[in-house]
C-alpha cells in the first residue's frame, strides 16, 4: 500500500506522545467488497495484518443498531456506563455495553454476519475451527472530549513470532462502524505490519520507512478486520462528533498441523480464552444446532462456572461483568 506520509514536528522517537510516532498516512487504505474481492483482501491482510471492507451493514440493520444503542441507553443507563459511578471498563473509553447478547437474542443474528464472516473463516482457518470471543458496543458521545488512547495489542501468542506459516493469525476483531467516521471524529488507527514486532519501537525501527500510523475513515457500516497482534489506537477527534462501533472478537479453535521440516514440526493448539470474564447465554451455549454449539464452545473458567450452576442469575451477578 502506497500512502504519502504526514510527520507531525518534535514527534518522532518522542518517548512522552501517547499517539505513536507522527508518521501519519494522508491517504486511505483500499476499502474491498466482501462480496466479490475475498481472495484480494484476504492477501492484503495476509502484508498488512488488517483489511477494510466497505457496505458491511444494509441501512435496515444500520438502523436497528442505532435504534438498540437509543433504547439500551434510555432503559438501562448503568449499563452503559451512564451513571456518575463509572466501572473499571468503563474509565477513559468513552461507553461501553460490555455483552449486550446475555439479554437481547435480538442481536444474535449479527454474531457470524454474512458480509464479513466468510472473510474471518478465511483468515481463521476454515469455518470450522471460528470460535466466538466477545461482542460490545462502544460510543464515543458527542462533545464527550474523551482523550487519546495509547497505540498498543491486544491478546497475542508468543510463538507468532517463530511459527511457519504465520496464518491463520490467532485472534481476529472486526470493528463495524455505526456512524459515519471522517476526518474530527475519533477514528481507529492501525499500524500496518506491526503485528510481527514485539513493541511499537521495534515496528518503527524494522518497519523503517515502511511505518505509518493510518486512520481509517469510512461511512456507517463498514467493517475493519484486524489481527489482534496489530498496534492500534482510537485516534481522538475534534471532541464534538460522537462514533458508534459494534466490536466482536473471534478466536481460532481447532488443532493446526505446522507446514515445518519433519524434525522442528509442531501442533498449533486452539488459541487461548480471550478474558476470564466473557459469558456465552445458555441459548447459544447450549444451542440444538451443533455448528452454533461450536462457535460458542471457547469458555473460560467463569462460563464453566455459570454453565455447571446451571445458569444461576446469583452466579452471573457475581462474575465481573455479569450485570454489566
Known sequence: MKVRLQQRENRVGDPSVAQGFGRVATSSPPVFDPGSELDKAYAFFVDHGYVV??????????????E????????????????????P???????IFSQPL?????????????????????????RDRVR????????????????????????VVADRFERAPYMPCDWLCAIHYLTDTAPGTPAFCVVPGSNHYATLQEAFEGL??????VPIYGAA????LYDTALFHTRCDGDGHKRRRTWHQYYARGGWLPSSLPASDRYV????????????????LALHPDPEVRMFFSHWNTAQCEWVASGFSDAVRDSMPRGNQ
Not at 523503517?208 to 500510523?213: I, S
Not at 457500516?221 to 475493519?224: H, M, P, V
Request: hydrophobic residues 30%; glycine residues 8%; proline residues 8%.
Open 102 to 126: 446475555l439479554d437481547y437474542p435480538e442481536l444474535d443474528i449479527y454474531t457470524r454476519h454474512p458480509a464479513s464472516f466468510p472473510l474471518v473463516a478465511e483468515l481463521l482457518g476454515g
Open 53 to 66: 471492507l466497505g457496505n458491511c451493514l444494509d441501512a435496515g440493520e444500520i438502523s436497528h443498531l442505532n
Open 208 to 213: 523503517g520507512d515502511a511505518y505509518q500510523e
Open 68 to 87: 438498540f444503542y437509543d433504547r439500551t441507553q434510555r432503559e438501562r443507563p448503568d449499563t452503559w456506563g451512564l451513571s456518575e459511578r463509572r466501572k
Open 132 to 155: 466466538f470471543s466477545e461482542f460490545n458496543f462502544r460510543e464515543t458521545p458527542k462533545d464527550a472530549g474523551v482523550g487519546a488512547m495509547n497505540f498498543h495489542h491486544d491478546a
Open 221 to 224: 457500516g463498514t467493517c475493519i
Open 268 to 283: 498449533r493448539p486452539p488459541t487461548p480464552v480471550l478474558t476470564n470474564w466473557n459469558l456465552f447465554p445458555e441459548r
Open 89 to 95: 471498563h468503563h474509565r477513559d473509553q468513552g461507553l
